[in-house]
């Protein structure tokens, strides 16, 4: 069983940072690729980044490019994206999730397992 509850997200000002956490309660963590995706109202969920089993592999999207960073424990079975340079437009409701795709993966029909989701506010 995968459960993946999300946590870290909250209102910032523009210009600043917030990391975001992603613990799955499974036990299948290490053999999981993760990602995490964004969803702003009336848009199309907005891949963010994913990263390797092993950790050593990472891609972000353009949009955050420079500003966010994957990253994970797989001895505390969590996966994390420390956002920077915060703008408005990063305003998302953020969702963690696992795929058994033993690669990157950047589409969200890559992915079986979801959680709730974070909610990002940044304010101008």
């Known amino acids: 069983q995968v459960h993946l509850v999300e946590s870290g997200g909250g209102l910032v000002q523009a210009g600043g940072s917030l990391r975001l956490s992603c613990a799955d309660s499974?036990?299948?963590?290490?053999?999981?690729?993760m990602g995490w995706f964004r969803q702003a109202p009336g848009k199309e969920r907005e891949f963010v980044a994913t990263?390797?089993?092993?950790?050593?592999?990472?891609y972000v999207a353009d949009s955050v490019k420079g500003r966010f960073t994957i990253s994970r424990d797989n001895t505390k079975n969590t996966v994390y994206l420390q956002m920077d340079s915060l703008k408005s437009e990063d305003t998302a409701n953020y969702h963690c999730?696992?795929?058994?795709?033993?690669?990157?993966?950047?589409?969200?029909?890559?992915?079986?397992?979801w959680g709730q989701g974070t909610q990002v506010t940044v304010s101008s």
């Open positions: 999730a696992a795929s058994y795709q033993h690669n990157l993966a950047t589409r969200s029909e890559n992915y079986t397992y």
């Open positions: 499974g036990r299948t963590f290490r053999s999981k690729t």
């Open positions: 990263i390797s089993i092993s950790g050593g592999s990472t």
